[in-house]
Every structure is written in structure tokens, then in C-alpha cells.
């Protein structure tokens, strides 16, 4: 056999079904070999990774890089840097940036804003509006989008939302063009009105603005969502689920034949309802984490199956903009960095037995490279595809600190947290972008995806 360009050798290689001690060899940034030994075979550069686990490559489906428009909360170029720091290859865009990416005029701006800056590969989300339903069928055959995204709820102004009848009209198109619409799902009547009847109380902590964000809002949002995809044939994603009924729901649906999967978040996890007490406007997002109750069940439904897949909903803010909410959580805007410690809250839960690193690799690759069409390039552990890994080590215990941060945001929820198990090695294409703490890989190298149509 030819010359590697690198080979993997004494590691651990996790896939969805098994984990085996083994070796693999790249070649043209391409897997060229897998198997249990060298048998011989030469590179240009070994690794010995010394008995860790190799992953493929962590896919992240859920970021809100911030750019263009709000560049002073986080770029494309740190955000890419704090993924390879995550263990993630992949990043896929979110559409809520400024102008959103609903028309083809601002998938060009962005599409300029992010050529040259990323450091792992990356795809785009376009969204969704009232506004744009005519055009969608272009915008996702013309272009390489991922998925179309629309909110149930009222989220920006630049992004409006859509109501019951045009998201019928949304969905019927997804449906007719073979799109895959992602849905953030909460019922804006019932958030107004909690939110109307929990400021007259004249509460501003913390857990005033979780109780303007029910558990009821969401559920209620996916039983309708469930039932329009149902409806219309459409395909979706029900987004950072926060509900342990939410997860059954969609579940029983997609066992009588729905086309819905289950996305979920790490902070949903990681924290419940009381820790909004300490951290406030710094845990300050939609949804919302509940009590511990529902945390405990959602992680006997993750084992079940019955999340799909993990996305971090990275969105970071400048400080002063959170810093406006400890004394009035309604002053503070919603959203939390979290694409650097995403994989490391889950590799804790498997320390923990909670889940298994098989089960794991179905949330962070498998899974997401299916629905949003980059499979098999990514998301799997095949000879030809894409050799993007994710080297973890599951002994190592360490809490972030603010300097660890390869993003803009210097700040983070997990700051002070020891979490047992994390990426020390990120390789895209068969280059090592990220390893123990430093980027090591080049601004420009990470290339845009584009799902076929």
C-alpha cells in the first residue's frame, strides 16, 4: 500500500455500532485505512494517541456565529476556532444574523463574510418567514442550504416569526421540494401572556424569566409542529428540546411514521431551573432548563434513543450586554456560548454511565450528517470519506477558564465546572487544527459543505 500522509496509531476507534483498539491511515486528506494493526504500513506523520478514543468528527448543527452583523459578540473565524477546541469539524450556520439569511442577497453576504476565515468545514441554514415562502423553493434548490428554519415564537425583529397558517404554507413547500425544515417550537401567545402576568408581580431575578418560558409553552408548540409536518408530509427537526414530554412526543410520532427528529442542547443538561438563582442573565436563554425532575428524565429518554442529535445553540453576547440583566433578567438578551464545552458535558455523562460512547457518536455525527445531507463525507468512519476525528480523552478532568476560550466571548456558563472527559485533538481533511489546548490548524482551511439537491 502507498505512503499515509498520517496514520492514527494505538487508539481507541468508536464507532455507532462498536469500539475496537486499532489504527487508521490518511491519505489525500481521505480515511485510506482502518484495521487493528500497521501491518507495515508507512506515513509521512504518525500520532500516537496512547490509548485514547478516536471519534469521527463531532458535526455541530446549531450555531449562531454573530457574523455578519453582530461581530462584536463573536466572528466566524473565533467561533471556528472555539469548535475545533470543542473536538467539532463541522459547524452548520444558523440564519439569525443581520441581514438574516432568508433571501439569496444575504446568503451572498454571508457566504463573503465566512470565505477564508473558518477553521473546520462549515454549511449554511437559510430561514424561513411570512415574507419569503415564494422564494423558497430557489432558495434551497439554487444553493447548498441545509435545512430551512422558522421560529413559532417571537425571537428578533429581523427574523419574524411565522404564524399557524403561513407555517402550514412553509411546510408545504418543504414537503413539495425534499427540504428539511428546523423548528424552533414555542406557543408566543402563551409566552406573552406569562410574561404580562410575571412582571406584574414586579419580579426581575432570574427565575422571573424562566417562568415566562412554561414548560406547557413548548410542549403545546410541538404537538402543533408535529401535526403540521404530520399533515403536509414535510420533513423537521424539533430544535434544542428542552421537555422530557416534548422528547416523547416526537418520539411516539416518529413511530407511527412522522418525519420529525429530536434536537437537544448540553446546557439543557448541564443545568436546571435553580442555577438561574446564581448565574441569572448568564444562563439566560430560550428554551429554558426546568427542574431537576425533568433534567433526570431526559437523560433516561437520551438513552433510549430518543434524542436525535446534539446541538450546542452556541450564541454568545458581549458581557455588557448580559451584565444589564442582573438586575432586571428582562434587560439581558437570550443566548450562551457553548460550542467549547458542548462534547465535554456528554463525555461526562458517559464517565457517569449515563450514556455510552456508541450512543454518543449517533448524536454528534451519525445522525446529523443523515438529516442534513453530509453523509457519507461526514459522520461516518469509512474508507473515502472525509477523514475528520475527534480525539477525546476520558480521563482528563479540567474546568474551563476564561483564557482557555478560543472564542471572541470570554465568557462562558462553565467557567469553574470540571467536566471529566474532553477533545484534546481535532483533524479535519486529515489535518490537526486543534491539539491540547492550542489551534494548530490555518484561517482559511475549513471549506464550505454544500448539501446535494
Known amino acids: 500500500m502507498e505512503k499515509m500522509d498520517l496514520l492514527l496509531t494505538n487508539g481507541k476507534i468508536v464507532t455507532t455500532d462498536e469500539t475496537f483498539s486499532g489504527v487508521i491511515g490518511v491519505k489525500n486528506g481521505k480515511i485510506a485505512f482502518i484495521g487493528q494493526d500497521a501491518l507495515g504500513l508507512e506515513a509521512e506523520k504518525v500520532v500516537d494517541v496512547a490509548g485514547k478514543y478516536i471519534l469521527p468528527g463531532v458535526i455541530d448543527p446549531h450555531i449562531h456565529f454573530q457574523d455578519p452583523g453582530f461581530t462584536e459578540r463573536e466572528d466566524f473565524m473565533h467561533g ?27 446568503l451572498k453576504v454571508k457566504e463573503d463574510s465566512y470565505e477564508g476565515n473558518a477553521y473546520v468545514d462549515y454549511a449554511i ?75 406584574a408581580t414586579g419580579r426581575k431575578d432570574g427565575v422571573a424569566y424562566n417562568m415566562t418560558h412554561p414548560a406547557e409553552a413548548e410542549i403545546e408548540a410541538i404537538q402543533r409542529a408535529v401535526y403540521y409536518l404530520e399533515i403536509t408530509g414535510a420533513e423537521g427537526v424539533i430544535l434544542h428540546v428542552s421537555t422530557a414530554k416534548g422528547l416523547r412526543i416526537i418520539h411516539e410520532a416518529k413511530e407511527r411514521g412522522v418525519k420529525v427528529w429530536a434536537e437537544s442542547a448540553p446546557h439543557l443538561f448541564q443545568f436546571t431551573v435553580e442555577d438561574m438563582v446564581e448565574k441569572g442573565p448568564y444562563l439566560k436563554f430560550s428554551p429554558v432548563m426546568h427542574d431537576k425532575a425533568n433534567q433526570k428524565e431526559m437523560w433516561e429518554l437520551m438513552k433510549k434513543g430518543y434524542v436525535d442529535y446534539i446541538g450546542s445553540d452556541h450564541s454568545p453576547y458581549t458581557l455588557e450586554e448580559k451584565k444589564a440583566g442582573e438586575e432586571d433578567i428582562f434587560k439581558a438578551p437570550n443566548g450562551i456560548p457553548g460550542v467549547e464545552s458542548s462534547l465535554a458535558v456528554f463525555l461526562n455523562a458517559v464517565n457517569e454511565g449515563k450514556i455510552t460512547l456508541n450512543q454518543l457518536v449517533k448524536m454528534t455525527s451519525y445522525h446529523t450528517s443523515k438529516i442534513y445531507g453530509l453523509y457519507p463525507q461526514k459522520g461516518s468512519m469509512a474508507i473515502g470519506t472525509d477523514a475528520d476525528f475527534t480525539i477525546v480523552d476520558l480521563n482528563l478532568k479540567k474546568a474551563l477558564s476564561s483564557s482557555d476560550l478560543k472564542s471572541k466571548c470570554k465568557w462562558s456558563p462553565y467557567l469553574g465546572i470540571e467536566l471529566k472527559g474532553w477533545a484534546t485533538m481535532t483533524i479535519v481533511r486529515g489535518n490537526i487544527v486543534y491539539k491540547d489546548g492550542e489551534i494548530t490548524g490555518e484561517k482559511g482551511y475549513g471549506t464550505y459543505l454544500k448539501r446535494a439537491k
Not at 90 to 99: A, E, G, K, Y
Not at 152 to 162: D, L, R, Y
Not at 169 to 177: D, M, P, R, T
Open 80 to 106: 471556528t476556532m472555539a469548535a475545533a477546541a470543542g473536538g467539532v469539524t463541522t459547524v452548520i450556520s444558523h440564519p439569525l444574523d443581520n441581514p438574516p439569511t432568508t433571501t439569496f442577497e444575504a
Open 125 to 199: 441554514h437559510v430561514g424561513a418567514t411570512s415574507e419569503n415562502i415564494e422564494l423558497l423553493p430557489d432558495l434551497w434548490k439554487k444553493t447548498g442550504a441545509t435545512a430551512i428554519k422558522m421560529f413559532m415564537c417571537f425571537s428578533v425583529a429581523e427574523f419574524p416569526f411565522v404564524q399557524d397558517e403561513a407555517m402550514i404554507k412553509v411546510l408545504e413547500k418543504v414537503a413539495e421540494i425534499g427540504a428539511v425544515a428546523i423548528i424552533h417550537a414555542e406557543n408566543d401567545g402563551m409566552l406573552k401572556a406569562m410574561e404580562e402576568k410575571v412582571k
